[in-house]
């Protein structure tokens, strides 16, 4: 009896090392990112700043993205996530290529952007600012800036700074527009340049 429960966890276990909730498959994922290594690093930490590291990114987040782009591209820019490269990219990906892409990344180990820290970016990312009406940040993206794949929020500690700032912006100005009710959209339009450059700080230097 023991050692049928034994193997039903191993079993159990390994299935859950290819698969994830998404239903990806990551060694599927891993044939299909080489056409994404150029920009976001074959092990999904990228080398350029302005591209953002996939590694450890939850993988319905990262499915999420793809098919936002996808949708930015066929609706001309009117729903979705507009980006011309992204766009471009995700034309010939399904929703299977999507989701083993995500499982993919997901298993990668991610490192740190790293740079020079900010207090006050600390300070606003675990309180917010209850007189501009400024939500903390932690309260969707956790304290360890891993986020809550389940709630659909992105992990964004030790992603790059220069990534960061750029999504902040384009949630302020609505560029980016493909967060559900405008969760984030809502709180970037009350964010000062200041505010901005503190918190990026601080996010990219969380390990
Ligand atoms: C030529 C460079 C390039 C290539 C190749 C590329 N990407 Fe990207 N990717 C980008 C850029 C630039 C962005 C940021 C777009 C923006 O500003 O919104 C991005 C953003 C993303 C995001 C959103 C990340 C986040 O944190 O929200 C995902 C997911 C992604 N890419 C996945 C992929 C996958 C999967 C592939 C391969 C199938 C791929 N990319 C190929 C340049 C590239
Ligand atoms: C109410 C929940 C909520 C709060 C509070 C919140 N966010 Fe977000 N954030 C989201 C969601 C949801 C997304 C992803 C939207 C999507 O699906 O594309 C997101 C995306 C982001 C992204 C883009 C990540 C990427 O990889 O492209 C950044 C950066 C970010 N948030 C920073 C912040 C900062 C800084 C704060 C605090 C000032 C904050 N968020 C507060 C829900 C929240």
Redesign the pocket.
């Known amino acids: 009896m023991k050692r049928i429960l034994l193997s039903l966890v191993l079993l159990g276990t390994s299935a859950l090392n290819i698969t994830n909730a998404a239903e990806g498959n990551i060694d599927a994922g891993k044939t299909?990112?080489?056409?994404?290594?150029?920009?976001?690093g074959v092990d999904g930490n990228s080398l350029?700043p302005?591209?953002?590291?996939?590694a450890g990114?939850s993988a319905s987040?990262?499915?999420k993205?793809?098919a936002d782009?996808k949708t930015g591209m066929t609706s001309g820019g009117k729903s979705g996530?507009?980006?011309p490269?992204?766009g471009g990219?995700?034309m010939a990906?399904n929703e299977q290529?999507?989701n083993d892409?995500?499982a993919y990344?997901n298993a990668q180990m991610a490192k740190t952007a790293g740079g020079e820290t900010s207090d006050i970016g600390k300070k606003l990312y675990f309180g917010g600012d209850v007189e501009r009406g400024i939500t903390a940040c932690i309260a969707c993206h956790s304290s360890d800036a891993k986020g809550m794949s389940h709630a659909g929020f992105?992990?964004?500690g030790g992603?790059s700074a220069i990534?960061l700032k750029?999504?902040l912006e384009?949630f302020r100005d609505g560029a980016?527009s493909n967060d559900k009710n405008a969760m984030m959209q809502n709180i970037a339009f009350k964010l000062e340049d200041a505010d901005i450059t503190a918190l990026v700080k601080y996010m990219s230097t969380i390990k």
């Not at 299909?32 to 976001?40: D, G, L, R, V």
């Open positions: 299909k990112s080489a056409m994404c290594a150029a920009c976001h350029v302005m591209y953002p590291s996939l990114q987040y990262i499915a993205q793809l782009f996530r507009v980006d490269i992204m990219m995700t990906l290529d999507m892409l995500g990344f992105p992990a964004v992603q990534y750029s999504q384009k980016r």
